[in-house]
């Protein structure tokens, strides 16, 4: 309470008027953070009321993300043991992987907060919270040796130019996330492609464990090395190379249950972006011809980063179809793309990131088509009466 009462005492400070009142918005989102925004509906007029507000639900999300979170914490210090041949205990693999990944948490949140908050300044508006979401999501889709400064560089592009330049929070395209692991991937795409960058240290280690490659799923089977595949249990718990939080499907799978427990994700955009990706597989499977396109359509669904993007990325409220038609259309046609992508492009080897990006883009036309597909049928309706 005391804390409680010196933020009300001081505030009149940071109110619009007051000596500091061109930080009213800084103050405003640090007070939101801490207690609860004590505003209300007015009392005049129909309004609907709900426990759930954006702070809340991007909550929850954050909780969601913790699994495969913490997860890719203890695989990168897994992996990176198991490339120099040492067998240390379960602490010890943790805290190595903790130390590795909270710088790019820490980077990743000072950057795009501190550009939330001078672009809130600027604009004097309130600061949203949106950002804490994607803040969290930018680290655990990336390679774990990716340079502070490039992913400060890449933040920085996906806040202004992905979600600023368009009127901040709710008013983005595309996925602020996905833009910053994009730009990586045109401007330096080095640090995010190769068999050496999935793992900690190997890039510049003297001594690698024999017969250890660092190389990832997508890597083997692009290569149509598919016998070079980990064991489909290790793939699918997540012992394998990769991003951060991309590499366990079970830890994902946790995720996306508490997201449609609460009804904070679109269970139909997952669902069909996983049937989009198995029709996909199912077709290569008939056409056939390499050991790619006969590999089996379900292990799409336990390699790269397919699992994360369908669960956290493609069901983004605000850059996914709104309509109800249109999810079950945008998810088919996400995970249809993304396996097209993997399958034919050998130079996206990975096909999630593009097919997102790319559906967030046509999101909007399959919304208008449905809506209007609608009006048509009543219109129709009404002239048959």
Request: hydrophobic share 50%.
């Amino acid at each position: 309470m005391r804390l409680k009462e010196l933020i009300e005492k001081i505030k009149p400070t940071f109110s619009k008027g007051g000596k500091l009142g061109m930080f009213s918005s800084t103050f405003e989102a640090f007070e939101s953070f801490i207690f609860v925004p004590n505003t209300v509906a007015k009392t005049k007029g129909s309004h609907i009321h709900d426990s759930i507000d954006l702070k809340r639900t991007l909550s929850v999300v954050i909780i969601a993300l913790m699994p495969a979170m913490l997860f890719g914490m203890w695989n990168t210090g897994y992996q990176h043991f198991l490339s120099i041949g040492e067998e240390v205990n379960l602490v010890d693999t943790f805290f190595y992987g903790f130390l590795k990944v909270l710088p790019l948490i820490i980077v990743s949140y000072a950057v795009g907060l501190t550009i939330e908050f001078a672009s809130a300044q600027i604009r004097g508006h309130e600061v949203n919270e949106g950002y804490l979401v994607t803040g969290m999501i930018i680290p655990l889709i990336m390679p774990v040796d990716v340079p502070l400064w490039i992913l400060a560089l890449s933040v920085i592009f996906a806040v202004i130019i992905g979600k600023e330049i368009f009127g901040g929070t709710g008013m983005n395209i595309w996925n602020p996330a996905l833009l910053s692991r994009a730009f990586v991937f045109f401007a330096y795409p080095s640090k995010i492609s190769g068999d050496k960058i999935w793992v900690a240290g190997l890039e510049n280690a003297q001594n690698i464990a024999d017969g250890f490659s660092g190389a990832t799923p997508l890597s083997y089977a692009a290569a149509n090395e598919i016998d070079k595949l980990p064991d489909t249990l290790d793939m699918f718990l997540g012992i394998i190379p990769g991003c951060i939080g991309e590499t366990s499907t079970i830890a994902i799978l946790l995720g996306a249950a508490l997201l449609i427990f609460t009804g904070i994700a679109s269970w139909k955009i997952m669902l069909s972006t996983v049937a989009g990706a198995l029709f996909a597989g199912f077709l290569a499977n008939m056409l056939g011809g390499t050991p790619y396109l006969e590999m089996p359509a379900w292990q799409h669904l336990i390699m790269g980063g397919f699992a994360f993007g369908a669960v956290f990325m493609a069901t983004d409220p605000v850059t996914s179809s709104q309509t109800e038609t249109g999810k079950w259309i945008y998810g088919f046609l996400t995970g249809l793309v993304a396996i097209v992508i993997r399958l034919f492009n050998p130079g996206f080897p990975e096909g999630m990131m593009m097919a997102i990006l790319l559906m967030n883009t046509f999101a909007p036309l399959i919304d208008h088509c449905v809506v209007q597909s609608n009006v048509k049928k009543r219109l129709k309706r009404k002239s048959a009466l």
